[in-house]
């Protein structure tokens, strides 16, 4: 291979490995839980439930351009004051995501990722509801964009609410 022959490869190899990369490895279910601690006697009051939803993310970087993201997925429904269902999904996933800047890999461990595995976690979250014989129960999307948001904009306040103001001397 002539010299120049070899310097296109190799530039050529530079630019790809500066491009973004993202590939999902694996998706799994890493937890389930489901409990109905007040069965039977919930299955005889009417069926009005009040609905609280709790989700949560985390990650960790498992090697060079590797993370390993979780979205916990906690459904409690209630119904008289009484837990009728308590359903617990951590959806995960490992994700190769490389040659981003800081501020836009946070962005895709932060709401892409989550974006990604939520259809997971809501569908084992509609099959244990519905193994434990309640109603059909679906999770609504949920925007992981405006959630992410939000949490930087609350990062940011709080930073700049705990950085002590300047004091002049005269």
Same mark, same amino acid.
């Given at each position: 291979m002539s010299d120049e022959n070899q310097n296109e490869v190799t530039e050529a190899t530079q630019e790809a490995q500066a491009e973004p990369q993202f590939a999902i490895q694996r998706i799994y279910t890493k937890d389930v839980s489901f409990e109905t601690p007040n069965s039977p006697a919930i299955f005889q009051k009417d069926w009005k439930p009040e609905i609280k939803l709790d989700l949560d993310t985390r990650s960790n970087k498992l090697a060079e351009n590797t993370y390993e993201v979780v979205l916990a997925v906690t459904v409690t429904a209630t119904v *008289?004051?009484?837990?009728a269902f308590l359903a617990e999904v951590q959806q995960a996933g490992i994700f190769t995501i490389g040659n981003l800047p800081e501020a836009q890999l946070a962005h895709t461990i932060g709401a892409f990722c989550p974006?990604?595995?939520?259809?997971?976690?809501? *569908?084992?979250?509609?099959?244990l509801v519905n193994r434990g014989s309640f109603p059909q129960f679906n999770l609504s999307p949920v925007n992981f964009e405006a959630l992410f948001a939000s949490y930087v904009q609350q990062r940011a306040a709080e930073a700049k609410a705990n950085v002590p103001e300047s004091t002049e001397t005269h």
């Open positions: *008289e004051g009484q837990t974006t990604t595995l939520f259809p997971y976690a809501r *569908e084992t979250i509609a099959s």
